[in-house]
Structures are given as structure tokens and as C-alpha cells.
């Protein structure tokens, strides 16, 4: 799919040729990434099925652009005209058949890949270059081998016709050799008969030597044809079997970490389908002349082996090969699969449609096995996968292939399957092992038979990896599991064998595709930085790049001081960005992965009233904002201070979005570095029409305040060694909703550690619970009755120095 990042570097008439009435350019711009994402490609305009799908994108890009309309000030009036008259033309031209809009934008799309490639993007046109390369190699490789099966062919045909021509003048020579024998017998006294007999049984003699010398070289000039073909079939079905089907899995399994991918298994087919028919008919080539030796019998001289039997034995196991590899899972099932939930998986035969199997009903059966399980069917013989055993019951497990006449597709989708029951391993002695790190595969089986019942395939694949749940709460877990398998697991391994650790980098890359994959923008150097200081206790400023992360600092470890492992954390970060916080991010309006030092730092450097958002380290799933601004409490020349309000989790976000938040509060006016608040979340804002009272009931709405309060009731007593009373810790997690309304918490800039500046508390209460500089959590009650809960002075000195 081409990028529309690159597709704005083309000449504006080009773009203006390409996106036409049909498909405006203007929807192509603000529906870009969104467009991007959708699998355009596999869309068969041929197939009925599909109409679903395609009636479905058509509504999501009317819902989108009316969105967008509304989105748009007055400054955009002109593009919101115009993208509100696109949803109207597309209404009235495609709602009667929405594959024409599937095949509007595949014609846009198609333009625009050519365009690009004739423009000449360096790096674009390198990799598009590359793949050329090998794909026409492929094709001349392969164009060449059917003219050698052709050439075969006609070869095959003369030494037909000159072995039936010889077999004619064989017997012609037997007849002479019966007359001979009669005159000798009958007429003695003919001896010119004789003479003229002798010497036409001479003649044909000489020309049959002739000709057996002649069809012997045709015989082992045939084989050695066959060799030379047999060794060039060999290596174009390893660069497509081993490299290029083995590249598709490997980008199909990328794709679980968020690479993108398109899915295409054209060129794979028509590939797999060209192989197929050369071998086959290759074969069938070795078997007529095996059947035209077997007539006519022809010793070879001392010193030559026959090929024939060794060539036969090949070509029927490179055809196995091909079958049996094209046996493919072309749409995965889910890897996080939860128990009793409905499941779709597709299956396909790459060869299916060349090698008429469709004639026949193709049944493919599903079945769920074990990591060991797996293992065993790997290691053993592959016709014995059938009599393996199962780890669990999946209803709707079998079903028919089916052939597209359209597009040569033999496949099935399994839509409604579903895991009934699971049987897990059983642990052994100390084992630690979570039940989110047990990995399965399904799956899928299938049998059928070829020239008549000549070659008979049992065929099978297994799907990726995939960790079955049995509750929510269990997705994090396994997700993590799904990801380290997806992204660092090798080729050819032993089921499902992954490195226990990797070098960070690597992890640095996959959690970049996942986050671009969630939230549609790529993380900077700087947000990987701080997400390595996170797993390794350091700073933002260090060099990672040379250091290693073990599967237990991913996921079982919990972070220093914390009750959760870095994954829970980032994971929690995921679900909050891609369902509350998508537009800003893509804006550059969240920093995110920003330390509370180097927030403050930030800040410090500007003006009152600055602000900007970073992710809680305590709070999983929490986003704070972070402001600077006077204490009015404590009026002296250097009362600046940086505060900060209590994180949002997704609960606050399904109450009143971040945009709404953000513009209730006055203290917040500028974005870091500069930026009117307006100016970057305005567009977010919510404008839904002011309640009006009905039925005699005053209408109320939701805001969000910072309440002042007294600041003597905040003000804590010195500790020393006569008052000792320190604030309990709790938890380092609790639910957005003890907080109530918003709180500040921040670490007060005093010159004597030991005292606790607490403010922001909308109405005080004593079982309130403030955040005190993201490390611990104190009891208002506790604080202000002065109890003793068991902390020291020291490690209150040492939180604030923090």
C-alpha cells in the first residue's frame, strides 16, 4: 500500500489526475491512515461474500468524514464543504454497490503506487527495485523451465514416433526373417530369392542398428534434459518455498507486533501454481518414457546409469513438497484466544486450483494441541499427524474447501469456531510457570489424492502460537506472551522455542510497532530512552543500545517500587492512547514518556500556567498533568513550583474526555513549549448544545475544578525526634475513583525537607488519599491525627529527595 506521506511529494497535477470525482483527493488526505490500514487487496470483487465487508468499509468512511466535518472550524470552511459533498456523491453513487467504491479507491491506489514508482523516491524505488529484481527472476526462471517442459514435450513426441517407427520396421525385419526360413526350407533351389531376401534383411538390419542407436541417445538425452530442468525446478521452489512463503509468514507474524502487512499471496499462487503444472507434467513426461522402455527395452552402454528411476523419485517428491507446503493458514486466528468465545480462522491451498483437487471435496478438520504436542508432530513422520492427540474441543472444527472460479482460490474460513474445552500440562516439581505462557497451536488437517488416486497427500499446518484465557483480566499476561513469540521467535525453531533474552533494541522495535499500530504515530528516541530507564533503573540520558532484557524483566519482574511489570504498565499506556488519546498523540500534543525530574526541569524554564502530559509511573493506566505556577500560599521571590494533578485512567476519560478536562481548568493556558491551550485542543473539544430544563427539572453538567482550600489545613508538623509521627504508605495502586475530584499532588520546594506541602483537595475529607511525588500515597486522616504507622524521618527525607 503506498505511503500517502510519499504520495504528497508527487506534482500536484499528478494527484490531481489520480483522485478524481469518483474518490476526491481531499478524502484521501484527512482519511489517510484509516485508508492505509483497510485490506483493499483482498477485497474480491467477484466474490458475493465480500459485498458484507465492503458495504461495511462504505459506512465507516461516511461516519469518518462526517466526523471530520464536524471536527473542523470555520478557518476550514472550504474543506469541510467539500468533504461533506464527498459523503453526499458517495451515499448516492455507492450505497447501491459498495464495491464500486472498493474499486474506486483500488484504481486511486494502483495510480498512485505507479506514479510513485516513476517519480523516483530513492528509498522507495530501492525496495521496490529489490523486489522487482526477485520477482522477475522468479518469472524468467520459470517462463525458461516451461519452454524446456515444452521442449521435453516435443522430444518426448518424436522418440514416440521414431520408436513406433522402428517397432514397424522390427517386425518388417521378423517377416523377412520368416521368408528367408521358408525359402530355405521350401525352396532350396531359389537362389536368387535367397540372395534378394538376404540382402533386404541386411538393409533394414543396418538401419535398425541405426535407429536403436539413435533412440538410445533420444532415451538418455531425454533424461538428461530432465536433470538439468530437475536441478533449475529445485532451485526456484526453494527461493519460493524457503525464502519467499517463508518471508510471507514471517511478515504474517510481524504483524501481530503491529508491522504492517498486506496479506497478498497473489504472486505466491501464481508462482506455486506455475510449479505445480511444470512438475506435474514433468512427471507425466517420465512416466511415458518409462512406459515406451518398458516396450521397447534398450540396454545402455558400460559405464551409463540410468536416470530415469532417480528423476521419477525426484519430481514426485518436489511435487509432494509444493502440495504439502502451500497448505497454508492465510487469515490467523486469534493469538489471545479466550475459552468459549466464536473464532475465525482461513485456510488455503496455494496449488489447489492448477492441480484440480477442487474436483474432488477437499474436508479440512481443526484441532487444538500443545507446545509439546506440536513438538512430537514435527519430530515424527508427517502422515501420521491425524493420530495425534488433543489439549481441548473446538466446536465447528471441520469443514469443505471451496474453489473461486474468479480467482483460482481453493480455501476455507472457519467463522464460527469456538474452544469449548482446554487441557493444559501439568506442572512438574518447582516449576514456575503462569498459565499465560502456555502456548498452543490449532491445528489443521486435511487428505485427498491426485492422477486418479495415483498420489495420495495428507497435508497440515499449524497457525501461530496462540495462549488461551479463560478471563479478561488475562489478555495483558498473554499479550505479552503473543508479542516475545511473534517478534523474536526463528526460523525453523522447535516448537515454540524463544531466547529468554534479547538485546533491548529489539524489544526497542516492537514495542515501536505495537504503539504504532495502537496509536498511529511513532515513538521518538527519547520516549525509548525513558522506557529502557523503566526496565533498567536508570536514566533517560544512558546508552541502552548495548544492553540485553530478559523475558522476566519484560513480564515477571515488577518495576523497582512498584506492584507491576513493565509490560502491565506499557500495556495499560496502549489501551489508554488508542481508546481516549489517538488525535492528540497523532498531534504531537502528549509527551507521554517524560520523567517527573525532567517535567519539572521543563517546566521551571517557562512560563506560569505552562503545561504538559506524561504518563504516571504509579498509576498504571494513569496520564498526569503537569503545570507550573505560583504558591500563593507561600509568597517569596522563588515560589514557583511545578504541580501536578492526580492521573486520569480511562474511568475519568469515559466521563469527560482530556480535551474537556483540559479546557475547564484555567490554570492550564500553554502547551509546552508554547502553545495556546486552544490552539491545540480546541478541535476536541466537545460542542454538544447546552441542556435545557425539561419537565420541571434544573439540567446539570459535569466540570473539572481545582478547588482551593486553606493552606494551614495542609500544612503537616515538623518531624524530629519529639514528634515522630509519620503518614502511612499504602498501595502504590488505587482506582482514579478514591480521588474524586481532581487532586493536586506535588513535592513542595522548601528549604526544610521534612515538611509536606498537601494541596488541592476539592473537599476535604480524611479518608482521601493524596499522591505524594509518584512514590507513596499518605492518609490525610493519619497525617493530620498525627498516628505513628511505623514510617521514619528517614524515609520520608528520602522520598522527598526523590
Known amino acids: 500500500m503506498a505511503s500517502w506521506s510519499l504520495a504528497q511529494q508527487l506534482p500536484a497535477d499528478t494527484l490531481r489526475r489520480i483522485y478524481g470525482p469518483n474518490f476526491p483527493l481531499e478524502v484521501r488526505h484527512v482519511l489517510a491512515q484509516w485508508i492505509e490500514k483497510v485490506p483493499w487487496a483482498e477485497i474480491n470483487l467477484n466474490t458475493p461474500g465480500h459485498e458484507g465487508y465492503a458495504r461495511q468499509l462504505l459506512d465507516e468512511m461516511l461516519m469518518k468524514l462526517e466526523k471530520t466535518c464536524n471536527d473542523l472550524g470555520q478557518d476550514n470552511f472550504l474543506l469541510k464543504m467539500k468533504l461533506g459533498e464527498a459523503a453526499t456523491q458517495f451515499m448516492n453513487m455507492y450505497t447501491s454497490n459498495p464495491f464500486n467504491l472498493v474499486r474506486a479507491v483500488k484504481n486511486c491506489l494502483d495510480k498512485e503506487r505507479i506514479a510513485l514508482q516513476q517519480t523516483g523516491n530513492a528509498q522507495m524505488n530501492s525496495e521496490l527495485a529489490s523486489q522487482s529484481a526477485v520477482e522477475r527472476e522468479i518469472m524468467e526462471k520459470l517462463e525458461f523451465l516451461q519452454s524446456k517442459t515444452h521442449e521435453t514435450e516435443n522430444d518426448l513426441r518424436v522418440l514416440q514416433e521414431k520408436q513406433e517407427g522402428f517397432i514397424i520396421q522390427y517386425e518388417e525385419n521378423v517377416k523377412l526373417s520368416y521368408q528367408l526360413q521358408q525359402i530355405q526350407n521350401l525352396q532350396p533351389n531359389n537362389p536368387d530369392r535367397e540372395r534378394q531376401i538376404r540382402h533386404q534383411k541386411a538393409v533394414v538390419e543396418s538401419d535398425l542398428s541405426r535407429k536403436l542407436q539413435e533412440l538410445l541417445q533420444l532415451r538418455v538425452g531425454f533424461a538428461q534434459k530432465h536433470d538439468h530442468s530437475f536441478n533449475l525446478l529445485q532451485e526456484v521452489q526453494n527461493k519460493v518455498i524457503n525464502d519467499e512463503l517463508v518471508e510471507w509468514k514471517r511478515k504474517q507474524q510481524l504483524a501481530g ?9 497473489d504472486n505466491l499462487q501464481q508462482w506455486c501454481e506455475s510449479l505445480a503444472e511444470i512438475l506435474w507434467q514433468n512427471r507425466q513426461q517420465l512416466k511415458k518414457l518409462d512406459m515406451l522402455q518398458a516396450r521397447l527395452p534398450i540396454d545402455l552402454p558400460a559405464g551409463q546409469v540410468n536416470l530415469l528411476p532417480k528423476l521419477d523419485t525426484a519430481i514426485t517428491g518436489l511435487l509432494s513438497s509444493l502440495v504439502t507446503s502451500t497448505f497454508i493458514v492465510e487469515n490467523q486466528p486469534p493469538q489471545v484466544l479466550k475459552k468459549d468465545s466464536r473464532f475465525t480462522a482461513t ?55 471451496e474453489y473461486q472460479q474468479a480467482t483460482g482460490q481453493l480455501s476455507i474460513t472457519f467463522r464460527n469456531m469456538q474452544l469449548k474445552r482446554i487441557k493444559r500440562a501439568e506442572r512438574r516439581g518447582a516449576e514456575v510457570h503462569a498459565v499465560t505462557e502456555d502456548k498452543f497451536s490449532i491445528l489443521f488437517q486435511s487428505s485427498f489424492d491426485l492422477g486418479g488416486g495415483e498420489l495420495l497427500f495428507r497435508v497440515w499446518t499449524l497457525s501461530l502460537p496462540v495462549v488461551v484465557t479463560v478471563h479478561g483480566n488475562q489478555e495483558c499476561n498473554a499479550l505479552a506472551t503473543v ?153 517569596s521571590e522563588n515560589s514557583r513550583q511545578v504541580w501536578n494533578l492526580a492521573p486520569y485512567t480511562a474511568k475519568d476519560f469515559a466521563i469527560r474526555s482530556l480535551a474537556d478536562r483540559i479546557k475547564d481548568l484555567p490554570n492550564l493556558v500553554y502547551l509546552y513549549p508554547h502553545t495556546p491551550k486552544d490552539d491545540a485542543f480546541s478541535k476536541y473539544y466537545t460542542t454538544a448544545a447546552e441542556p435545557k430544563a425539561r419537565d420541571g427539572y434544573i439540567p446539570s453538567k459535569l466540570v473539572n475544578k481545582i478547588e482551593d482550600i486553606p493552606h494551614s489545613l495542609f500544612t503537616a508538623a515538623p518531624l524530629s525526634p519529639d514528634n515522630p509521627q509519620t503518614p502511612q504508605p499504602i498501595g502504590a495502586q488505587s482506582p482514579s475513583s478514591e480521588y474524586g475530584n481532581p487532586l493536586v499532588y506535588s513535592m513542595h520546594p522548601m528549604e526544610t525537607p521534612n515538611e509536606l506541602m498537601l494541596s488541592g483537595l476539592m473537599d476535604y475529607n480524611p479518608d482521601d488519599i493524596v499522591q505524594i511525588d509518584d512514590i507513596d500515597r499518605i492518609n490525610v486522616s493519619e497525617l493530620l491525627a498525627g498516628t505513628n504507622n511505623g514510617m521514619h524521618q528517614a524515609d520520608i527525607e528520602s522520598m522527598m529527595q526523590h
Open 257 to 265: 507486533i503491529g508491522v504492517p502487512f498486506d496479506g497478498s499471496l
Open 483 to 635: 508479542m516475545w513469540d511473534n517478534a523474536f521467535s526463528q526460523q525453523g525453531r522447535i516448537p515454540f522455542q524463544v531466547p529468554d533474552k534479547v538485546q533491548w533494541p529489539m524489544v526497542a522495535d516492537m514495542l515501536q510497532s505495537k504503539f504504532k499500530s495502537f496509536v498511529g504515530v511513532n515513538l521518538t528516541q527519547e520516549n525509548l530512552n525513558y522506557l529502557a530507564s523503566k526496565v533498567f533503573g536508570g536514566t533517560s540520558m544512558e546508552d541502552y543500545s548495548t544492553r540485553t532484557i530478559t523475558w522476566s524483566q519484560f513480564n515477571k519482574e515488577p518495576i523497582a517500587a512498584r506492584t507491576f511489570t513493565f509490560w502491565e504498565w506499557f500495556y495499560a499506556i496502549l489501551k489508554l492512547s488508542k481508546e481516549h488519546l489517538k488525535e492528540p498523540w497523532g498531534d504531537g500534543s502528549i509527551g507521554g514518556f517524560i520523567g517527573k525530574s525532567e517535567a519539572q526541569e521543563w517546566l521551571m524554564s517557562k512560563e506560569n500556567g505552562t503545561f504538559l502530559l506524561r504518563f504516571s509511573d504509579s498509576e498504571i493506566g494513569g496520564i498526569t498533568i503537569a503545570w507550573v505556577a505560583e504558591d500563593n500560599k507561600t509568597p
Open 347 to 401: 485456510v488455503r491451498l496455494l496449488v489447489g486450483g492448477k492441480l484440480n483437487v477442487h474436483m474432488n471435496p477437499l474436508k479440512v478438520e481443526a484441532s487444538i494441541i500443545s507446545e509439546a504436542q506440536a513438538r512430537s508432530l514435527l519430530e515424527s513422520e508427517r502422515n501420521n499427524a491425524r493420530e495425534r492427540e488433543t489439549s481441548g474441543e473446538i466446536l465447528n472444527h471441520s469443514g469443505t474447501m
